[in-house]
Every structure is written in C-alpha cells, then in structure tokens.
C-alpha cells in the first residue's frame, strides 16, 4: 500500500476537525459561564434553561450568548474568506480586506458617525460600503486581458489604500467626542447582538458551496492556466470565489467591524497542520477561526475587568504565538 | 484513436504572427517536434493546440470535432498539456498534483475512489516517483518535478500529449532515458504526441514529423527524414547548418 | 552774608532731594506694577507682560467662558471652534478645533497673550506658538477649585482682579451651597456614562466625580486607573447602580438610555432613574460647571425621593 501522505499528516486529517469542533464546544460554554458577573454552577445551567434569577438568566441568554455565536459565525466566516482570497491570489499574504473590501465599509460607516446618525444605521452602511468595494473593484478590473492573480491584487490594493486615505480624512474632520467610538469601531469589537439568520445563512452557505468544489479550488490553486488544462472554468469559478469571499467579509463586518489576524493566519495554521487539500482545509480552518474569536471575545471582556478591550486587539496576541509554534514544529519537522 | 487537426489555424501572439492558415493531421502513434527560435511562438501555438489560447482565424479539432465546441472537462480527459515552467507550484506536493491530474475523470458529486487511488499508485511505481511525491515542489530538483509532472500526464490519461521543452534543464542522461522510454510507451499507446522541442537532434532523433515555424506566419511540415535537411535549418536557425553523419544517424551541427 | 550762601547751597539740594524723590519713586514703582502682570502658568514658565494684554487668543471654550464671566471678554481676538457661550463668542473669529490650530491666522491677529489648555492642545502646536515668540499661558484644571484659582490667576494677568475674584468667589459659593444641600444619608450609588458605543465612563480623578461626590452620590467606578475606561457591559451590570446619568446633546435626546431601557434587572432602570445633564455645561472647565453640578443634584435628589422616600 503506497503511502500517499506522511503517516502523520493523514491521521491528523482525520482527528483534528473533531478536536476543533470540540474546542468550538469548550469555547462557547466557557464564554457563557465566564464574565464580569459571577454566575455559580447551579445558577448557569438553570439560566440556561431560563429558570435562574433575572439577572442570571439575562447575562447568560441575553447578553453572552448572542455574542459568542456571533464570534463563531464572524471567526469562521473570516477564516474562510481568508482561505478563500488565498487561493483566489495564489498569495500566502492574501486577507479578507486586501481587496479593500473593510476600507469601503469603514467609509460608510465613519459618515454615518460623522453625521450624527443613530447607531442602528452602522451595519447597514458596512455592508453597503464592502459591496460598493466589491463592485467598483470589479469594473477596474474589466477590459481587455484576463483578470490574473497580479492584476486583481495590485487593483485591490490601490483601492484600499484610497479608502485609507479617505478613513485618514475624516478621522481629521470629526468631532473629538466622536473620534473615541470611531477608533474603537475601526480596532473591531463585537457587539452583544445575535448574528441573525442572514448572516449565520451566508457563512454555512459559503462553507458547504467551498467543501462541493474544494477539488476545484485545488485545482485554481496551481494556477489558471493548469486549471485551465484540467477542465476548470476558471473565470467563472474566480468571480464566484472573488463573490463568496466578499459577501463573507462584508457580513463578518457589519457584525464586529474589520477583526484582523483571523482571515490572513488561521488558513496558515491549518495548512501547516494537515496540508493544503481544500476539502479538510476549509472545515477545519472554519472551526479553527470560530473557536479563535470566541475565546479572543472572552479573553477581551475578563483580562482587564471591568475594563474592556476590543476583541480585534486579542485576536492578534493569542493567534501569533499559537502559529509561531506550529511555524517552528513544521520547520523542525521538515529539516529531520 | 483520435487525430489531431489544426484546419486553417492561423494563431497571433502580440504583434507577432505564429502562423498562418496552418493544415497539419497528427495521426495516433505519430511523435510531432515543433521547432523553432525564441519567440516565434512555439508554446503560444501548443497553447492554442491545447484550447488554452485563442486564434485569430482556423479551428482545431479532434476526431473532426472542433475543441472549442467541447467542454471544458472533455477536453481535459482528451489533451494533457506538460507546461514549460513550474516555479509556481512551490508550495504543493507531488502527492497533490497527481490527485489534481485525476479531476477530469471524477464527477462533481463524487470523491477521488478507489480507481483513482490505483491509477496513481501505478503510475507513481511505474515512474520510480513514489518517493518524492510527499515533498513539497520547491525542495524538489528540476529533474525530479519534470518527473512528477509527466507522471501526472500519465495519470490525466489522455489520448493527445503535448509537451512543451520536456526535458529543458535536465542532465543529458536523463534527456536520453525519459525520451526513450515515454515516447515507445505513448507510440505503443498510440497516443497523439507533439512535443516543442529546442535541441534539433534530439528533435530529429526522437520525432518521426517535424513543424518548424519560421517566422512570420510561415511554417514548413512533414515526415523528419523529409523536412531535416541542412538547407531547412539553416533558415530555420538563422545559421548555417552543416549534416554529419554517425552512428548511421544524421547530426545537424552549427558550422 | 546772606547773599553768597543760598545761591551755593539750593542746587545741590534740590539736586540730592530731585535724586532721592526718583529713586524712591522708581523703587515703590516697581513694586506697584511688576508682580500684577508676572504668573506662573500650569508649565512652570513665568509669564510676564510690561500691561495688561488687550488682544487676547483662548485655545479652548471653557476659557473663552471664564474671560467672559470675569470681565475681560472684550479683549478677545481669536477663540477655538465650539465657542458658544455667551452669545458674543459666537462672532468671534475662529482659530482652530480640537484636531488642528491655524497658526497663521493666530500670527495676523498679533495677540498679546495666548491663553492654552494643557489637556486639549497639542503639546507640539503650543511650542510651535512659543518658538514664534508669543507669549503663551498654559493651564489644566482638573477640580472644581482648580477653576475657580483659575478665575483669580487669569483677573491677575488680564489685569482685572477685582471682578476675577468676584466670579471666583461666586463661584466658590455656589458650590458649597450645592454640597451643604446634600443629605446626610447614604451616598446614592452613580454610573456616569459619557459615550455609549463603547462604554466610556470616568474614574475618580475626574472632576464629574467631585461633583457626583459633592452632590450625595459616589461613582461605581471611580477606583480605576485610566481617565476615561472602557467597561463592559456586564461591568456595569455587576455593580448595579442606583443611578445613571449621561450628557445630552442640545439637538438630540440621550439615545444611551434607549439601549437601558431594555436592562430591567438594573436598579436604576427598574426605577426609571436616568438622568441626562446638558453636555456643554459638564464639559468644560468653566463658570458653567455650577449649572452642571446643579442639574447632577437635582437629578440626585429626585432619585433620592424615590429610593428613600
């Protein structure tokens, strides 16, 4: 019997979706019982029946619970955008907003605050503002010639470079009672709020439609001309990669504000762990990003309670010595 | 069996014309070089072969059945193309490609199955690769992912095989052995074969028809012994060209 | 004999007497006018000026409202965006915003004195306006007394320090009216929120604290280490305050209450004591903050009748 994979790699593709998945788990629960109100044994489990004391019952149901679901669906929606726009690229630097996809929704969102607009207009406008980044980065990029990898990340960047230029400009134009929630928005935060069915819909969408086609994206990952000689419709499937992964980052957005880290380094991590065959890498790296934010949310509310930091700050200092120590295993593991 | 047909093709790349109202048949069996200096287009001709690069005017068929006219995914399981570079695959496993090779042949809502798992194990054997298929492409030497790459066109098992400057950068051994052996292979096979090649010798050695694009749209084609002359290449170099003869085998040398 | 001596000796005299009579002048001179026109600002430097200042640049609203109320408003040549108290402020020409100082206006207008503000100027725009050779008085206050010293130090350098010690005492009084009215129970636990998306609250050095204080109630978090903290949502929960006040801005009603509203575990929304104060008075270090603290101990009051009756 041939050995296809390294022994090591092939049992880990089998073992580690499970193991995410209950660390999903342990996060989730964790994130219920832990927080700035103490709430015994006996009071959670009846506070998450619904039967504890009011308070109990409303900080467990009403504020904790929305938002740890909303870092699942936000974290695993980032991560697969992230996996996504790697391969979209060919680029290991590649992240949900290189395309300027967070740039356009930060726009939006900064002239809502500017304009003294009531808060409930925010999400609205950052998903306005990532699909406005998402058209005109398509008609930049229309014309002549096949759209390459090059092309499309040289026009995204540019673009998101012009919406931090904007961002810069109306930092300097707003009020300074103004510039406190603004900054706080642009660092990404979560909010107490339920991710909602459109949201939680896109990402188990885009995460069943990217394991269908993980053999195309495979493929797309050797480049377009091989995919090409392969049998792949390789314009089509990019524009609806292109699509997928920013509708993703566009709902993750509205949600938290652009959250970094996530979507650029947990695909890394899942591929140093099992490869980069996309029908494991896609789950797991999904599993992986949710069970990230969680506990970065967690971390964010208790590390300096009642202090509160925003979750995109913690996401960054828990991820990088996780995926500097697989960084260093892989390397050790590939000079034995 | 299947025959290879370029009906008027006529291909432009940039402002250089390739070639112009080109009729060539490969026939099941036949080994094809096509010749020619840098930049003439001879890998944007293969391309269009292959159904990867528009042309001008013309059409390409199989078995009288025009390409463009085909599926993406029957045209894959009809031609296999071996590329010229391959500095972009540096971080996938011999392991992947081969899987990839295989995607034409499994349906959308199937897995890679066990067939699949046996034609790689094979071809992976019968290669002498199974060693290195687990190592990421870039730690691999020039020869080796060569190697990987044309056990993956065996894997893609198509009747139509092009391959463009094959054996480019490999040590004169393994130019000899791997010509050898795949080309009796895929005559046996009966396999369509159309190589670019650079080397004229090993071109006239190893091919039994010769395409040589000239320049400008001109091309002159037929059986080796026929077009391999010293006038041919002289004006298909630029250069003279002198004949000798050794080990009854002509040699084409620059004078 | 009478003829000769008189003529010898009344020059010299007048001359010692003219001599003495300048030099005791000039003595008691400096003494009269020099210590009036010389402080020293929140920096350390020494600020003097040979008469008192008659165009005057204020770097922020809260001064532009103390000049006004000692008396010195009409000296003003240049205030700061957000200047709109008293109404006469409104005309002034502008100068720059919290973000930004136009400096070459402030150079056409030649001012005297340039009055600064430690805790919302940049340090680099103030030495900018140094190194041009103005002269630039920097102050921070941060307590309820800081204001009123600030009233007294400002009279003395404008030269006004009669009506400056008028306001101040004014305003001095007004205060300890404010705390003596406060009851002699149990302070009445306060959340202060000052933005809502974040949680923004204040800590204990603030001087919304002293007037909380002063007013009979005590800040849930007024032990933490940073100005102006972040908290979560489930911070503010855990303490469970009796009362929650807030700014409100002029055109618009306090939306942070709405996001209470829907909280009713906490005391303070289940016994519907919300409470918001005008933002412009309990934001600025000025005279106003005597309307600030008097709204706050009223609010505080009103909240007192309910809980104790």
């Known amino acids: 019997m041939l050995q296809a994979v390294s022994r090591k790699e092939s049992a880990r593709r089998l073992w580690l979706p499970v193991v995410l998945l209950l660390l999903c788990a342990v996060a989730l629960a964790a994130s219920l019982k832990i927080g700035s109100v103490v709430i015994g044994w006996s009071e959670f489990f009846a506070a998450l029946m619904g039967k504890g004391s009011p308070m109990a019952t409303a900080v467990v149901l009403d504020l904790r619970l929305p938002r740890a679901l909303s870092a699942l669906v936000v974290g695993g929606g980032l991560a697969l955008a992230g996996a996504l726009m790697q391969v979209l690229l060919r680029n290991p630097l590649a992240d949900p907003y290189v395309l300027g996809t967070s740039g356009g929704a930060a726009v939006m969102v900064l002239l809502v605050l500017i304009l003294g607009m009531p808060y409930s207009v925010v999400p609205v406008a950052a998903g306005a503002g990532a699909l406005l980044s998402m058209g005109l980065l398509l008609l930049l990029v229309r014309g002549p010639g096949d759209w390459s990898s090059s092309r499309l990340l040289l026009t995204g960047i540019v673009l998101a470079s012009g919406w931090g230029a904007l961002i810069s400009f109306l930092l300097s134009i707003s009020e300074a009672r103004q510039i406190q929630g603004m900054l706080f928005w642009l660092m990404g935060d979560l909010q107490p709020q339920a991710p909602g069915w459109w949201r939680s819909g896109v990402v188990f969408l885009a995460l069943l439609l990217s394991f269908i086609f993980s053999r195309d994206l495979n493929l797309l990952a050797q ?47 899942m591929r140093l762990l099992v490869g980069s065959d996309h029908r494991i890498l896609i789950p797991c790296s999904v599993l992986a990003g949710g069970a990230l934010l969680v506990f970065a949310e967690l971390l964010a509310r208790v590390l300096f309670a009642p202090q509160q930091l925003p979750a995109g700050v913690i996401t960054a200092f828990v991820g990088i010595p996780i995926f500097l120590l697989l960084l260093q295993r892989s390397v050790r593991q590939s000079h034995s | 069996m299947s025959h290879l047909e370029a009906r008027g093709l006529s291909v432009t790349v940039a402002a250089t014309r390739v070639c112009e109202d080109l009729n060539v048949t490969i026939k099941p069996g036949e080994v094809w070089s096509v010749l020619g200096r840098n930049g003439v287009g001879k890998t944007t001709l293969l391309h269009t072969l292959a159904g990867l690069a528009p042309c001008a005017s013309g059409s390409v068929a199989i078995d009288d059945v025009d390409i463009s006219r085909l599926s993406g995914r029957a045209r894959a399981q009809q031609i296999g193309i071996l590329f010229q570079h391959s500095d972009d695959l540096s971080s996938l496993t011999g392991h992947d490609l081969l899987v990839n090779a295989r995607h034409p042949w499994i349906g959308r809502w199937q897995g890679v199955e066990r067939k699949d798992e046996q034609i ?63 080309l009796r292979q895929w005559r046996t096979q009966k396999k369509v074969v159309v190589m670019v090649m650079h080397d004229l010798n090993l071109a006239t050695r190893f091919s039994d028809h010769l395409l040589c694009l000239l320049g400008d749209g001109e091309s002159l084609s037929g059986p080796t012994e026929v077009v391999a002359n010293e006038e041919n290449f002289s004006r298909l170099i630029g250069h003279p060209i002198r004949q000798h003869v050794a080990d009854g085998r002509a040699l084409f040398v620059p004078v | 004999m009478i003829a000769r001596t008189p003529f010898r000796w009344f020059p010299l005299r007048s001359l010692i007497a003219t001599g003495l009579l300048v030099l005791l002048f000039g003595f008691l001179s400096r003494y009269a006018f020099a210590t009036t026109l010389e402080q020293v600002d929140d920096r350390g430097s020494v600020i003097s000026l040979s008469a008192p200042p008659v165009r005057v640049v ?158 009979g109630g005590t800040n849930v978090f007024s032990a933490l280490d940073a100005l102006s903290p972040v908290v979560s949502m489930e911070a503010v929960l855990e303490t469970n305050p009796e009362v929650i006040l807030g700014p409100r801005e002029s055109d618009q009603s306090a939306s942070w209450m709405t996001r209470w509203e829907s909280w009713p575990q906490v005391k303070a929304v289940a016994n519907k004591q919300m409470h918001s104060i005008p933002a412009d008075l309990v934001a600025r270090m000025g005279p106003r903050l005597v309307d600030a603290m008097a709204a706050i101990c009223g609010s505080l009051s009103i909240a007192r009748s309910q809980y104790d009756g």
Request: aromatic share 6%; glycine share 8%; proline share 4%.
């Open chain 1, 223 to 269: 480049g377009d001309l091989r995919a090409r000689s392969l049998g792949l419709p390789t314009k089509g499937l990019r524009l609806a990669v292109l699509l997928a992964a920013s509708v993703l980052t566009a709902a993750a957005v509205t949600l938290a504000g652009p959250i970094g880290f996530i979507g650029l380094v947990v695909p890394h991590m």
């Open chain 3, 58 to 215: 204020s770097l922020a609203p809260h001064l532009t409202e103390i000049l006004f109320d000692i008396g010195a408003g009409q000296r003003l040549v240049g205030v700061m965006a957000f200047s709109d108290f008293p109404e006469q402020a409104k005309a002034l020409p502008r100068v720059g915003n919290h973000s930004h100082i136009n400096f070459e206006q402030i150079l056409s207008l030649q001012p005297d004195l340039i009055l600064g503000w430690r805790g919302g100027n940049r340090e680099s725009d103030l030495k900018v306006l140094r190194d041009f050779g103005l002269k630039v008085f920097e102050t921070d206050p941060r307590t309820l007394e800081d204001v009123a010293a600030l009233m007294r130090r400002l009279g003395m350098i404008l030269g006004v320090p009669e009506a400056a010690e008028d306001s101040a005492r004014h305003f001095e009084e007004a205060v300890m009216r404010l705390r003596k009215a406060r009851s002699n129970r149990r302070p009445l636990r306060v959340f202060y929120q000052v933005w809502d998306q974040p949680i923004y609250t204040l800590n204990g050095d603030h001087v919304v604290n002293q007037m909380i204080e002063g007013c």
């Open chain 2, 120 to 182: 790689i194990e094979r071809v992976a054997r019968d290669h002498a690769i199974a060693h290195l298929i687990d190592q990421q492409f870039g730690v691999l030497s020039g020869g080796e992912r060569r190697r990987i790459e044309l056990a993956a066109l065996a894997v893609q098992d198509t009747r139509v095989v092009l391959l463009d400057e094959p054996v480019n950068h490999l040590d004169l051994h393994f130019q000899i052995q791997l010509l050898t052996d795949l």
